[in-house]
Every structure is written in structure tokens, then in C-alpha cells.
């Protein structure tokens, strides 16, 4: 007998919806689910695998223990006392500090890191804290916290609306998008020139995004702050008298951030002449619904928080922040309702509340640059980091200068990884805890809602029955080790404390819609659920479109996203920026120091024209690829190379290389070899390798993945080069050097 289950893929941003067949207790098909509301049957390479990862025989589905330098499996309740042995005794001896964490990218995709997250990173109390953030969105945060005093609400691209898209950095044909969740972008691009718009693509490749636009901008790596700031000086000069800035002397500071960077002035420095570029400011001013939208080429670069205020003050001062057709904030079904007549603002945005102890980086957002992790590992000294916790994270693939880390880990005196695979990180774990496979637990998008281009909700049951704790339990035990309550204390305790934290939060919103409202009221009404779905229900009905427990009985609720297996559609994003204003003044910041003087660094290498024979390296992605960890699926790697190293026609014979031989790549930190593959699809002076591959390093399990290994490209990216602004590592426009083996 076959049985249906519809869900919501959670391997990408685009949270496509799938339909799941399972005969026999296995899966036999998995296509897109036409019915879905936001997706209507649209599914990529990767989301018809979630059977295969399911069934991959290296994914783990018992505890390691390391022992001798072998991982044995073991059961839960060895693993969790080891934990407690040798973890606890190590922070007790040396502070909390010496423990460092770090969250991976999956914990953007799992119930468990958006909510259980929360509890680990208190107990911990260390200010050892890392995430894929700084090697991927933190420039984003901190230009919407500068900008709107309000670091997680990042604005999106209006999609469907917009008749002009500017895309810089991001090649959403292959990605399916980041920082704007909207299933089948690559139809959503071409439904724009459909209907009469256009779409331009700044990137120094042609990409498959840049090969379906309108025009593609081939920049230099690393210069697109510059150039768009020439953008917002083209405007300036040509339109000013158009432009209202709220803050009296804004308009005059701005002008003189952008006074050095005239078209002329960067035309040199980013590969794009002056004519082009102020015809770009004039079609983005000139009263087209427009939206600027900057990804992970422009964000993991060393002025990449530069890049995104730019891309948003673009859209500010041509009117297209907060606008239909411009950048524009999605009003999550789970997030803070607003208050009829609150008054906009709040207590701001803030970094630098502390630094780390080596080079004094400045926090962000609680976090460290994962940049800096190694030498916080290899530096003695009070606070020397000795054990480390990751959840869902690779960082000996995906951050900077990865052989010194993966050095640093074995440095290491006890190490934890919450993962499904043993991998080129989690082999340094002394305890792996596995957690579910993803068919094996409920899914809700809690990060996605929050940056989707129209405003939606779907909730997905667990298809499978694990048979070992969940994600969450793994995270809440963990959490009450850390806070000395042993292994066997009761997981309940961490669950308690987060509806309740949830419900008070309902509760005590000055004007929302349950004040004054009894906590325990709303906390008993979810107690029957399992913890995930206490949480969801919570957020939910106390959310925009709530029920409100029983005050708007027709609102939203658990109950009702069940009965909707293709999700709930509350219709396009609506401005909304006094929802999300959180500044101290009310209004939108746009002048900050901090600003001021990166621009001025910036600034002065527009002089430093481009050096003979630069070969600068950036990254790239391919829709059967996810970061490091999809590799061992046999029906995504198959076939053709991947891991290639793109090169210009003009410099392979410069460099004498050809298509196919193995080329030695290196720059300030290491080197590689990988396969030249040549192609006018690249800029001369740049080269292209993909990250999140090399996977031949000893002691891990992946059968698969060791067959077709590719290169690791971060051990040629630099983790010296930091936005100093963000902590974010600089992953492209790398200089290397290239030789034929
Ligand atoms: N050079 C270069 N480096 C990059 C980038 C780049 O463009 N160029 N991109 C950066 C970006 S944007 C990101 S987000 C980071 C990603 O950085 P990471 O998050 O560190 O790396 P991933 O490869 O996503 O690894 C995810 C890990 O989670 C595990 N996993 C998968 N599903 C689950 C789950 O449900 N639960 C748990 N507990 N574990 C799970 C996988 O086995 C894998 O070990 O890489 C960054 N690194
Ligand atoms: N198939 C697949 N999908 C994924 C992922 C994956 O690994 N594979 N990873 C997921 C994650 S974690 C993320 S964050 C997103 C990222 O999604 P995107 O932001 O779309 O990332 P990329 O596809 O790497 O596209 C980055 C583009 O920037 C270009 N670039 C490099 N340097 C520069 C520069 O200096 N300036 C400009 N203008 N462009 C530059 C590169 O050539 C590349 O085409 O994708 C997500 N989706
Ligand atoms: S585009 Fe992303 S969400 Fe959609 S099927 Fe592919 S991996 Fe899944
Ligand atoms: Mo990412």
C-alpha cells in the first residue's frame, strides 16, 4: 500500500514542497507538489534525494565514541555520560570560555537550531561563539541593524512585482536563492522580462543567472561596494533634488561618502565603464519599481557590509525600499505582531560589546568571526578555547584557511559534534550524537518565512518514526550537562523553559493582541504536543495571523497548518517598515562612523589599478551541490567533474595550461591542484573553484564522497581578510598563483 505525505524540502532557502510516496516503509517517489501554494510542483536535483539520505548507509544512527583514535559506536546514554566526564571538568577548571560553539548552516533548516539553539548557546554562557554566519550573511545583519536598528530584518527582493532586478554576487539558476526564499527563482527571473522588465547580473562570471538576464556586468572581484557607490554619486549628482532623507544632514554626509567615487573613478578599479554605470543609476532612478539585490559574492568579501548598506541605500533613495516591486520585509506568520499605533523605534543596534582575545575582534550579534576560531584554539592563555561543540556545521570545509583549523582541532582536548555524518570535522569529534534523518522529523521554516517574497506559512509531520532522540532532545541534553544536571536529567526542563519564554513573550507586548493575557494558560493549551510543535503552535497563534487562543478563532494555528498540507498563502509582502524599524531615533540611520571610515578605506585603493597577470579566485555553486555535505549521494555526483578550476582562454595560454590538466593553485596560506577546465564564461584575471569539497582526508565514512573527492578551495582563502565591520571572512577575490602541474 502506498501512502502519501506532502512537506516542505529543507536542504535549501526555497522551501519547495514535495510529495513524498512511501511503500513498504521506504520511499519509492518524491516529486514536486503541485498543490503546493508557494511552489505549484517546481523541485530541483537535490529535492527528490531526501529518500537516498535517508537510506545512505555511512548516515549515522548511533552515537561514536573516539576511542584510540576510532570511532565505535556506542548508545545514547554512554555517549551523554562521556559528555558529561569529560566536558563538564573542562569548563568547571577553565571557565566558560574554554568552550567554543559553533552552528552550521542546517541550523537554518531545523526546528531544533531555530528554537533549541537558544538554550545550548545560555548554558554554554561563552564568548567563544561561531557560526557559517560570518563566513556567509553577517554583513546583512549589521547593515539592516545600522540602517533599521534591526539586525534580522533583512529586506528581500519583491519578485513578482519588481520590473527591474539588479543582481550582484548571487547566482540564484544554480542556489534557488538566499536571502530570499522563493521557490523556482529561475522562474521568477524570467517571468520579470516576461512581463516587460529586465533583469541585470554583476557578477565576474557568466553565470547561468547572468545567461538568462538581460545584461551581464562582468566586475573585477571584491569592488562592488565601490561601484555601487558610484551608483548612489551618479544619482546624487543627476537627481538630488528628488531625494528626501528624513534626517536634516544626511544627504550631505551621504554626498561626501560617495564624493571619491565617481564613475570615472571606479571604472579602472571595477572593470565597468563610466557610460554603463551611470546608465544603470539612471534606469534605477527613474521611477521603475526596482530592487537591488546583493548575495555571498558580494557578502563574503572584505567590504561586504559596505555592499549592503550601499545595495539598500540605492533602493532608499530612489524610493524602492519598502515599496511594491522594491525591497521589501515579509511579515512572518510566527514573528511579533504589530501594534496599532506603537510608536516606530526601539533600543537600536550595537556590535563590539566585547572582542575576542587574541586580535580583539568585535562581536556581532553574540558571535566571533569563525575566521579567527583557530588561533583562539592555538593561542594559551586565560579563555584558550580546549573544547569545542559543533551542530551542523563542516568548518574544516567551509571557513577560511581550513588546514590551520582542522590543526587547531586536534589540538583539541574534548570535542562534541551533533551530525549525521563523520566527516572531515566531525572525525576530530571525541562524541558524535547523530540526530534523525530529515524524513524522520516535522519541519517548519522559521528562518525562511522571515526573508520569503510573499508571505507564507506550511508545516510538515515527520514522514518516519526515528528511533533515537530527537534534534531538539539531543540540544536540550546537552544544554542541562553544560549547566550540571547530568545526563539523565529530564530533557522537560529545557522545554518548559522555552514555552514559557515564548508565551511570555505573547503575553507581555505592550498593546499586542494577548496582554495581559496568563502565560500558563497558553503554555498548558500546548503541553499535549511534542516540544517542536509546542513552540510552533505558541508562535503561531500568538503571531500576525494567530488565533490568538481563541480570541480570533478563525486565525492561525497548528491545527490548521495540519489541515493544509500545501501550506497557507497570506497573499504578497505589504510595506511595512514601521513594523521593523528599531532604531532609537524611529527613523532610518543612514550615516554611521563606522560606515564613514570603511568607505574611506575603500577609497584609497581605488587608485591601486588592477597588477599584470592578477588572478584573483571566487567561488561558485552547482544545483546538484549543497555546501560540503551532499557528496555521498551517488545520483548528485555522477557524472562529469565538478570541482574544476575555470580559467580564461587568455590566461591558460598565458600560464600555459590546458582544458583538463591538473593545475597547482596556491595563494598566502596553501595550495591545491585541481583540474583546469577552460572557458569564456569566466572573466580573464579570475578563476573559479568550488567549496565544500576534498573529501579524501582520513577517518571519516563517506563511501561515496571519497570516490569523486575534488579539492577543498578553503585551503587557499585567507582568514586574515576580514570585514572588519561584520567578522565575516572574505571567501572570494582571493590573489593566487597558478601553474601547470
Ligand atoms: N570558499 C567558500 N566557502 C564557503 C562558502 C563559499 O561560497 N565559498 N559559503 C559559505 C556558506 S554561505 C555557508 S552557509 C557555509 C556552510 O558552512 P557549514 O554549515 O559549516 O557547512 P555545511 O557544508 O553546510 O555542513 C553542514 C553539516 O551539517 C550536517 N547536517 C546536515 N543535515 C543536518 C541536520 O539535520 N542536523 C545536523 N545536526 N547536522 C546536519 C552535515 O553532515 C554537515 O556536516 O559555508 C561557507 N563557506
Ligand atoms: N545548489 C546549491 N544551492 C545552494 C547552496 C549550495 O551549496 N548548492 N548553498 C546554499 C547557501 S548556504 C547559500 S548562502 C546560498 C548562496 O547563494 P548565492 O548567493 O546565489 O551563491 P552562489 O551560487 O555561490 O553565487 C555567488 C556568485 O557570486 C559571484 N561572485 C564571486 N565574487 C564576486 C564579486 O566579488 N562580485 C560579484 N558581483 N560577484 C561575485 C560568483 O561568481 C557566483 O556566481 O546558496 C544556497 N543554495
Ligand atoms: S530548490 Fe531547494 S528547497 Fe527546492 S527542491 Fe531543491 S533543494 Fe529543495
Ligand atoms: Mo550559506
Known amino acids: 500500500m502506498d501512502s502519501t505525505h506532502f512537506r516542505t524540502c529543507p536542504l535549501c532557502e526555497a522551501t519547495c514542497g514535495l510529495e513524498i510516496t512511501i511503500r513498504d516503509g521506504s520511499v519509492r517517489r518524491i516529486r514536486g507538489d503541485r498543490d503546493d501554494v508557494f511552489s505549484n510542483g517546481f523541485i530541483c536535483p537535490k529535492g527528490s534525494t531526501l529518500g537516498t539520505l535517508h537510506d545512505d548507509p555511512d548516515r549515522l544512527r548511533r552515537p561514536l565514541i573516539r576511542r584510540n583514535g576510532v570511532h565505535v559506536e556506542v548508545d545514547w546514554d554512554e555517549a551523554f555520560a562521556e559528555i558529561d566526564d569529560r566536558l563538564v571538568p573542562i569548563r568547571k577548571q577553565h571557565g566558560a570560555d574554554a568552550v567554543a ?104 562570471r557568466r553565470s547561468r543567472t547572468a545567461a538568462i538576464a538581460d545584461e551581464h556586468l562582468p566586475i573585477r572581484p571584491g569592488t562592488d561596494p565601490a561601484w555601487l557607490l558610484a551608483l548612489i554619486h551618479s544619482i546624487l549628482r543627476d537627481d538630488a533634488h528628488r531625494i528626501t532623507l528624513e534626517h536634516t544632514g544626511s544627504l550631505e554626509s551621504l554626498r561626501s561618502i560617495v564624493a571619491p567615487f565617481t564613475p570615472e573613478a571606479v571604472a579602472g578599479f571595477c572593470g565597468i565603464d563610466a557610460v554603463t554605470t551611470e546608465r544603470i543609476a539612471g534606469e534605477l532612478s527613474d521611477g521603475r519599481r526596482a530592487a537591488v539585490y546583493t548575495r555571498i559574492g558580494t557578502h563574503t568579501a572584505r567590504h561586504g557590509t559596505l555592499s549592503s548598506w550601499a545595495a539598500d541605500v540605492l533602493c532608499l533613495i530612489t524610493d524602492n525600499l519598502d515599496t511594491v516591486g522594491g525591497m521589501m520585509w515579509p511579515n512572518p506568520c510566527h514573528g511579533r505582531p504589530e501594534v496599532p499605533g506603537r510608536a516606530p523605534g526601539g533600543r537600536g543596534f550595537r556590535t563590539g560589546r566585547w572582542a575576542s582575545r587574541v586580535s580583539e575582534h568585535p562581536e556581532v550579534r553574540g558571535e566571533l568571526p569563525v575566521a579567527i576560531l583557530a588561533e583562539e584554539i592555538e593561542t594559551p592563555g586565560t579563555g584558550q578555547v580546549r573544547a569545542l561543540i559543533t551542530v551542523a556545521g563542516n568548518p574544516a570545509r567551509s571557513t577560511p584557511d581550513s588546514s590551520r583549523l582542522t590543526a587547531a582541532m586536534e589540538q583539541l582536548e574534548f570535542m562534541v559534534s551533533v551530525d549525521i555524518y563523520l566527516n572531515e570535522t566531525t572525525r ?44 531538539h532532545e539531543i540540544l536540550a541534553r546537552l544544554a542541562l550537562i553544560i549547566s550540571d544536571h547530568g545526563p539523565q536529567a529530564d530533557p522537560e526542563l529545557i522545554y518548559g523553559l522555552v514555552t514559557s519564554t515564548l508565551a511570555r513573550q505573547a503575553t507581555d507586548l505592550p498593546g499586542g493582541p494577548l496582554e495581559g493575557r496568563d502565560p500558563e494558560e497558553l503554555t498548558s493549551s500546548v503541553a499535549h504536543l511534542d516540544p517542536p510543535e509546542r513552540c510552533i503552535d505558541l508562535m503561531v497563534r500568538s503571531g500576525p495571523y494567530g488565533d490568538h487562543f481563541g480570541d480570533a478563532p478563525d486565525g492561525l494555528s497548528l491545527e490548521k497548518l495540519i489541515d493544509h498540507p500545501h501550506g497557507i498563502d497570506f497573499g504578497p509582502l505589504e510595506p511595512r517598515l514601521s513594523g521593523i524599524l528599531r532604531t532609537t ?45 551532499m557528496h555521498n549521494l551517488d545520483v548528485l555526483v555522477r557524472g562529469r567533474e565538478r570541482c574544476t578550476l575555470l580559467v580564461h582562454p587568455d590566461d591558460a595560454e598565458r600560464l600555459g595550461l590546458l582544458d583538463g ?49 575534488g579539492v577543498n578551495s578553503n585551503l587557499l582563502t585567507d582568514g586574515a581578510v576580514i570585514d572588519p565591520l561584520s567578522g565575516n571572512a572574505a571567501l572570494n577575490g582571493i590573489p593566487v598563483a597558478i601553474r601547470p602541474r
Open 661 to 709: 590538466q591538473q593545475a597547482l593553485v596556491s595563494s598566502r596560506v596553501g595550495q591545491v591542484e585541481a583540474p583546469v577546465e577552460i572557458t569564456d564564461d569566466i572573466r580573464p584575471g579570475v578563476v573559479s573553484l568550488p567549496h565544500g569539497w576534498g573529501h579524501d582526508d582520513p577517518g571519516t565514512r563517506l563511501g561515496v564522497a571519497r570516490t569523486r573527492p
Open 428 to 471: 576530530h569529534a571525541d562524541v558524535v550524537l547523530p540526530p534523525p534523518s530529515s524524513l524522520e522529523k516535522s519541519h517548519f521554516d522559521f528562518a525562511f518565512y522571515g526573508l520569503s517574497v510573499r508571505n507564507v506559512a506550511n508545516y510538515s509531520p515527520a514522514v518516519f518514526t526515528p528511533d533515537g532522540p530527537g534534534e
Open 585 to 629: 531615533s524611529g527613523t532610518i540611520e543612514v550615516i554611521h562612523d563606522a560606515i564613514v571610515d570603511d568607505a574611506a578605506v575603500l577609497a584609497t585603493s581605488l587608485e591601486a589599478a588592477p597588477g599584470e597577470g592578477e588572478l584573483l579566485l571566487v567561488g561558485r555553486r552547482h544545483v546538484r551541490s549543497n555546501n560540503s555535505w
Open 101 to 204: 560553539l559553533y552552528l552550521g548552516n542546517p541550523n537554518a533548516h531545523t526546528i531544533a537550531g531555530a528554537v533549541f539553539g537558544r538554550p545550548l548557546i545560555q548554558a554554554l554562557a561563552t564568548h567563544n561563539l561561531y557560526s557559517a554566519s560570518t563566513v556567509d550573511q553577517m554583513p546583512r545583519h549589521v547593515s539592516s541593524g545600522l540602517l533599521f536598528g534591526n539586525p534580522g530584518a533583512m529586506a528581500v527582493p519583491d519578485l513578482d512585482r519588481t520590473e527591474y532586478l539588479l543582481i550582484l554576487g548571487a547566482d540564484p539558476v544554480e542556489s534557488n536563492g538566499s536571502l530570499c526564499t522563493a521557490p523556482d527563482f529561475p522562474g521568477r527571473i524570467t517571468s520579470i522580462r516576461q512581463r516587460g522588465g529586465q533583469v541585470i547580473v554583476v557578477d565576474p
